[in-house]
């Protein structure tokens, strides 16, 4: 089987195998979609575009130990790093003289002013309980498993309630993503737009993310994240 590489937000190595036996629970494949993130070694160069107003913010995503390490480069500068080995993972801010986990009541905010925010840098919802698993769909040609997790905090804290996932079943990874708000309403969308060639693997090139009016369903804004070709530790 060729070894593909599809993600939600970031490259990864594929970490499901012909001979691997395939996932039956939702919970089962998202567990797979977490352990893609947790085995990269790499290093990778790239930009977010705000489509309407052209403004880019270079980034650089450095991935070790179980760690992602994302470093915006325009002033003020700043670093906010992803570990992988707490359940759920833990989201930190790098600050003088320090790092400091970002709180629950940031995690809405946006990343540079971007259509990313503080939540989805941290993957919280991979993490949510008794996710459901709602069948399979196809994402431009590719058979996916479609996952439905669902905010577990019962004072309506984050800006998502619920979060659609289509899970590559070639890789493990994560094609497509919708998030909708506490009234059911779609506000965030991520597609994966352009893929790439690495030693053997299709790795992200380009991907759309766009952010949506829960009252009418009009797209509000659009960001494209552009990366490199990964280097390897």
């Known amino acids: ?16 195998r012909a001979e691997d036996p395939q996932p039956k629970t939702a919970e089962q494949i ?48 700043e670093i906010v790093h992803l570990d992988l080995n707490t359940t759920p993972a833990t989201l930190y801010q790098v600050r003088p003289g320090g790092s400091s986990e970002v709180p629950a009541s940031q995690m809405d905010k946006k990343v540079r002013n971007m259509e990313l925010n503080y939540l989805d840098l941290s993957l919280g919802f991979l993490y949510w ?10 994402v431009t040609g590719q058979k996916c498993w479609k996952v439905r997790v669902t905010n577990p905090n019962l004072k309506r804290q984050g800006p998502y309630w619920t979060v659609d996932i289509w899970v590559h079943q070639g890789s493990g990874g994560a094609a497509k993503m919708e998030a909708y708000d506490w009234n059911s309403k ?48």
């Open 186 to 233: 779609l506000i965030k969308r991520f597609q994966v737009t352009k893929v790439q060639e690495v030693d053997g693997a299709t790795t992200l090139k380009e991907m759309k993310i766009e952010s949506f009016n829960p009252f009418d369903g009009a797209r509000k804004c659009r960001t494209y994240m552009t990366m490199e070709n990964p280097t390897k530790k």
């Open 1 to 16: 089987m060729k070894r593909l590489t599809f993600l939600c937000l970031f490259a990864f190595a594929s970490s499901l």
């Open 129 to 138: 309980p008794r996710p459901q698993h709602l069948g399979e769909e196809r």
């Open 30 to 77: 998202l567990r797979i979609v977490r352990l893609s993130y947790a085995l990269q070694n790499h290093k990778m160069d790239g930009v977010l575009r705000d489509d309407a107003s052209g403004r880019v913010e270079p980034m650089e995503l450095n991935m070790e130990k179980q760690v992602m390490r994302f470093r915006f480069k325009n002033p003020p500068p």
